[in-house]
């Protein structure tokens, strides 16, 4: 007598005999061997995650803890000794100063000319060091030795040659050019512009040595190639250099903005926000004040959060940005 091997009806959704497959079950299966292959992993790296560990709770402890707190008590009233929820008062106050026009018009003049400045002086540094075929060891600890110097120490420095008896006014004097001496950081038409021109001439750092090493990772038969249809140095730079290094153009503008919309120590050390109260006033010094001064730190941190925001907005575009350009 033989035996037949039933099959599933597919009219009535039954299944017949004892060896048809369990379809249904499959999933399921799957998400077991997925778990225990993932538990197999964390226990041949148990020494890595547990060295991971003390970095993963400062991170919480200095970094996100801070951050959640301060976007918590900018919705209430805090000077330390209080707690008193708000709302959006903290919010609408900052949003309603007249400082707080003048702070993000000053802002956005900083940001315009330090990103002009940082995609070209460092990126010409760059590349014509990159040309130079004997010596460009030098020529890099040059640029690069500078870094060394505090930034605060900096600072010093240049409102020191802007002080009234100060470098520029010397050197005016000793040309005979008396009448253009002035107090450079007192004088609300030279103010901003005083602190923007500081660390001139903006070719030595971490952006020279970014142009440098991308313009280095440029392979050399690209160039060759280019070499032999007759481009020169200025065609081959605009026409081939600079649009694969554009990626780095891109990192280097949104750490510029960055850095520049959290930074406040060369308007705070120079002129403390003037001439006047908001003659250099930033956004970043607005929220000082209202920590340092005031004591109002539920407002201070309102502004921070502010500041946070409109980072995190910058930052999600360039990531955005630079995918896009990844997959072209």
């Known amino acids: 007598?033989?035996?037949?091997?039933?099959?599933?009806?597919?009219?009535s959704g039954e299944v017949r005999g004892n060896n048809a497959p369990h379809f249904a079950t499959a999933p399921h299966f799957t998400a077991v061997k997925r778990s225990k292959s993932t538990w197999a992993e964390v226990q041949r790296n148990t020494l890595l995650y547990?060295?991971?560990?003390?970095?993963?709770?400062?991170?919480?402890?200095?970094?996100?803890y801070p951050l959640f707190s301060g976007i918590y008590h900018s919705f209430t009233y805090w000077d330390i000794k209080r707690t008193v929820w708000v709302g959006l008062n903290n919010y609408q106050?900052?949003?309603?100063?007249?400082?707080?026009?003048?702070?993000?018009?000053?802002?956005?003049?900083?940001?315009?000319?330090?990103?002009?400045?940082?995609?070209?002086?460092?990126?010409?540094?760059?590349?014509?060091?990159?040309?130079?075929?004997?010596?460009?060891?030098?020529?890099?600890?040059?640029?690069?030795?500078?870094?060394?110097?505090?930034?605060?120490?900096v600072v010093f420095v240049?409102?020191?040659?802007?002080?009234?008896?100060?470098?520029?006014?010397?050197?005016?004097?000793?040309?005979?050019?008396?009448?253009w001496t002035r107090a450079w950081l007192g004088d609300p038409a030279t103010a901003l512009g005083a602190i923007i021109v500081v660390g001139f001439p903006w070719v030595a750092g971490i952006n020279f040595l970014i142009y440098l090493a991308a313009l280095q990772s440029i392979p050399g038969e690209v160039i060759d190639a280019a070499k032999v249809d007759g481009c020169g140095p200025l065609r081959r730079f605009?026409?081939?250099?600079?649009?694969?290094?554009?990626?780095?153009?891109?990192?280097?503008?949104?750490l510029t903005i960055i850095?520049?919309?959290?930074?406040?120590?060369?308007?705070?050390?120079?002129?403390?926000?003037?001439?006047?109260?908001?003659?250099?006033?930033?956004?970043?010094?607005?929220?000082?004040?209202?920590?340092?001064?005031?004591l109002d730190l539920g407002y201070g941190s309102a502004i921070g959060?502010?500041?946070?925001?409109?980072?995190?907005?910058?930052?999600?575009?360039?990531?955005?940005l630079r995918r896009r350009e990844e997959n072209r």
């Not at 007598?1 to 009219?11: A, C, I």
């Not at 403390?272 to 209202?290: D, E, F, S, W």
């Open 1 to 11: 007598m033989s035996t037949t091997k039933q099959m599933p009806n597919s009219d």
């Open 50 to 64: 547990v060295l991971l560990l003390p970095t993963f709770l400062f991170a919480i402890t200095f970094y996100y």
């Open 93 to 153: 106050r900052f949003f309603r100063e007249a400082a707080t026009t003048v702070a993000w018009r000053n802002m956005a003049i900083i940001l315009v000319a330090e990103i002009a400045i940082t995609m070209t002086l460092p990126l010409l540094g760059a590349a014509l060091v990159n040309q130079i075929k004997r010596g460009q060891y030098w020529w890099r600890v040059a640029f690069v030795l500078p870094i060394v110097v505090p930034a605060t120490v």
């Open 158 to 179: 240049w409102r020191w040659f802007y002080g009234v008896d100060g470098g520029f006014n010397y050197l005016l004097r000793l040309l005979s050019l008396e009448h």
């Open 238 to 254: 605009f026409s081939i250099e600079l649009p694969l290094i554009r990626p780095q153009i891109i990192l280097l503008v949104t």
């Open 259 to 294: 850095f520049y919309l959290r930074s406040f120590d060369a308007p705070l050390i120079m002129t403390n926000g003037g001439p006047g109260t908001t003659g250099t006033l930033v956004p970043g010094l607005q929220m000082y004040r209202a920590i340092r001064n005031e």
């Open 305 to 320: 959060t502010v500041l946070f925001s409109v980072l995190l907005l910058i930052s999600l575009a360039s990531f955005a």
